[in-house]
């Protein structure tokens, strides 16, 4: 009998599996009724169909990109895309200008954000600012009075120098309105120069020359605010951390800001054009780090972090067309793919059934739990990450039948090979356990290391199918761990299976039982010859290894020589 705890063990294994099925079901169910979730995962491009947008940039009359300058547009395009999702969108270049985006289903105005924002970002100094006027006489493309100079009095010293603030600028900036229709046109000021501009809570600023660029940024990510405690605010912020060259210019225009007074003092963070936020300087910051605050939502800030952490685009783009597109392959593909799983699923089925007779029901009960683990996982992540499934990765989830499977043979194998070793089935599925773990463990990290790789080099459809090898690379040992052990402990408590039946499969004389224990070989006869009625015997021949075959050869070569000595000394005596 298999050890109580053993038993226990398994039990509260299997009951820990059963949480996790309620957990992924409960949370489904969950975002059906209250969300958008669905019972079955979204489908990618090219079996659902989508929408494609064609983006024209925004150049001079008679300029024309070029097409590095496009290479990066699709790169930059593509990367802000998949930061929601592995939703395996197609972006490409049409002609020598244009930068088409095809994407799954319906894009949100968060994703059509991402698309289209060039997320030009630039730090600059604030030299004046006032609550903006609601008057619309003068737009702020208006001609300022040519009476007005536009050369500064003195030659400005730096950037926050108020001698940038020339007579014509401050009558521009005393009429400039935020409300007019003519305002998104702000911004377009030279970097060297200053910029009349607003934010979104109606303040108008006069900024200084850019003195930190987008480029600078190293890396951005959105989070809530906390405490010197660490305690949350519940305040959404976007932290950034800048190169070795933006830290160096961020300590330098840190260090000259905390010295000066009044709306000198804030550095205004532009994007696009419009003030996002302009914070007062509390110090010198001298470790690269900065964090943008504001009336963020958690959507805003994570697609404010993609923007600036992809980079800006080279080129301004608009959208030309927005159009929904058909399915590239289709339903009639993806039944092809599912049928070609079905018969794969099958295949290994027969073959399992063939080989361990009724422990093959063990392997398909298995693969039945696999499958749907999967299933709820893809459909869970279709919701959170909206993960789309593809031709490609109902490939990477019809291999992971063959890498499912073969964890099954590696642990049956290890226990037939206890029971040849003399031991009782549930002493076996224990020791057999020990030493297939290793092997299935060491598998599945090479078979996810590959599928990570994958993943980080690919694009488009090649994504999705590593995706899905890594997702079931992860689901087969789950289910090795919480499964296919503690059912396989189980059942060695039945008779079945614990006495040997020929048809369970672990009969130890159809598998040739070599030992009698530990290191106690069954000897067959010298020279491995043996009768035929002698099926048993044959077959323990048959599973010898060599170095077990050898030792059989010596010790009747030991007892043939023994033989030989009493018959020469029978004969002298």
Same mark, same amino acid.
């Given at each position: 009998m298999a050890q109580p705890t053993a038993v226990k063990k398994a039990w509260k294994t299997l009951i820990w599996l059963g949480v996790i099925f309620a957990v992924l079901i409960g949370t489904i169910a969950g975002g059906v009724i209250w969300s958008t979730a669905t019972w079955t995962p979204k489908l990618a491009l090219d079996l659902e169909g989508g929408t494609q947008i064609i983006l024209t940039p925004k150049l001079e009359s008679g300029e024309t990109p070029s097409q590095e300058q496009l290479d990066q547009a699709v790169s930059i395009i593509r990367q802000r895309v998949d930061a929601s999702g592995v939703s395996e969108a197609e972006v490409t270049t049409q002609g020598a200008q244009n930068v088409v985006v095809s994407i799954p289903g319906q894009p949100d105005e968060a994703t059509l954000s991402r698309i289209e924002s060039s997320a030009k970002l630039d730090f600059r100094p604030v030299l004046a600012a006032s609550v903006a006027?609601?008057?619309?006489?003068?737009?702020?493309?208006?001609?300022?009075?040519?009476?007005?100079?536009?050369?500064?009095?003195?030659?400005?010293?730096?950037?926050?120098?108020?001698?940038?603030?020339?007579?014509?600028?401050?009558?521009?900036?005393?009429?400039?309105?935020?409300?007019?229709?003519?305002?998104?046109?702000?911004?377009?000021?030279?970097?060297?120069?200053?910029?009349?501009?607003?934010?979104?809570?109606?303040?108008?600023?006069?900024?200084?020359?850019?003195?930190?660029e987008g480029a600078d940024i190293a890396d951005a990510s959105a989070g809530v605010a906390t405490t010197q405690n660490g305690s949350s605010t519940g305040q959404w912020v976007v932290d950034i951390s800048f190169n070795d060259a933006g830290t160096q210019k961020f300590a330098d225009v840190t260090t000259r800001l905390y010295g000066l007074t009044g709306v000198q003092n804030q550095f205004a963070i532009v994007l696009d054009g419009k003030v996002i936020t302009a914070p007062t300087t509390g110090g010198a910051f001298t470790d690269g780090k900065a964090q943008i605050s504001g009336s963020f939502t958690q959507e805003s800030a994570q697609t404010l972090a993609d923007q600036l952490k992809f980079g800006a685009l080279p080129i301004g783009f608009t959208t030309q067309s927005q159009e929904d597109i058909s399915a590239t392959l289709g339903s009639t593909q993806l039944?092809?793919?599912?049928?070609?799983?079905?018969?794969?699923?099958?295949?290994?089925?027969?073959?399992?059934?063939?080989?361990?007779?009724?422990?093959?029901?063990?392997?398909?009960?298995? /693969?039945?739990?696999?499958?749907?683990?999967?299933?709820?996982?893809?459909?869970?992540?279709?919701?959170?990450?909206?993960?789309?499934?593809?031709?490609?990765?109902?490939?990477?989830?019809?291999?992971?039948?063959?890498?499912?499977?073969?964890?099954?043979?590696?642990?049956?194998?290890?226990?037939?090979?206890? /029971?040849?070793?003399?031991?009782?089935?549930?002493?076996?599925?224990?020791?057999?356990?020990?030493?297939?773990?290793?092997?299935?463990?060491?598998?599945?990290?090479?078979?996810?290391?590959?599928?990570?790789?994958?993943?980080?080099?690919?694009?488009?459809?090649?994504?999705?199918?590593a995706f899905t090898l890594g997702l079931t690379t992860i689901v087969d040992i789950i289910v090795v761990m919480l499964f296919t052990h503690p059912l396989m402990t189980l059942l060695a408590e039945l008779p079945f299976f614990r006495d040997g039946h020929k048809l369970s499969g672990l009969d130890p004389r159809a598998l040739g039982a070599v030992y009698r224990g530990r290191a106690q070989f069954r000897t067959p006869a010298v020279g491995t010859t043996v009768s035929k009625k002698n099926a048993a015997s044959k077959e323990a021949v048959k599973r010898q290894t060599i170095a077990e075959r050898k030792a059989a050869e010596l010790a009747g070569a030991k007892t043939g020589s023994d033989s030989n000595r009493s018959t020469d000394e029978g004969k002298n005596s």
């Open positions: 006027t609601t008057s619309t006489t003068t737009s702020p493309s208006a001609t300022p009075d040519p009476s007005l100079s536009t050369t500064p009095t003195t030659s400005p010293t730096n950037a926050s120098d108020l001698a940038y603030i020339t007579p014509a600028l401050q009558a521009e900036f005393d009429s400039f309105d935020c409300n007019s229709t003519t305002a998104d046109d702000a911004g377009q000021a030279p970097a060297d120069q200053p910029l009349i501009t607003c934010d979104s809570n109606g303040v108008k600023y006069i900024l200084g020359p850019v003195e930190i039944l092809s793919g599912l049928l070609a799983g079905a018969i794969g699923l099958l295949l290994v089925v027969i073959y399992s059934l063939i080989q361990y007779r009724l422990l093959g029901t063990v392997t398909i009960a298995s /693969l039945v739990v696999a499958a749907a683990l999967t299933y709820l996982l893809v459909t869970l992540m279709s919701w959170r990450i909206d993960f789309r499934l593809s031709l490609a990765g109902v490939a990477g989830l019809i291999v992971a039948i063959g890498i499912t499977a073969d964890s099954f043979i590696v642990y049956f194998e290890r226990i037939r090979d206890e /029971l040849r070793d003399g031991r009782a089935l549930n002493s076996s599925v224990q020791a057999g356990w020990k030493r297939a773990i290793r092997t299935i463990t060491a598998s599945d990290a090479v078979n996810f290391l590959a599928a990570a790789v994958l993943y980080v080099l690919a694009i488009g459809n090649v994504r999705g199918f």
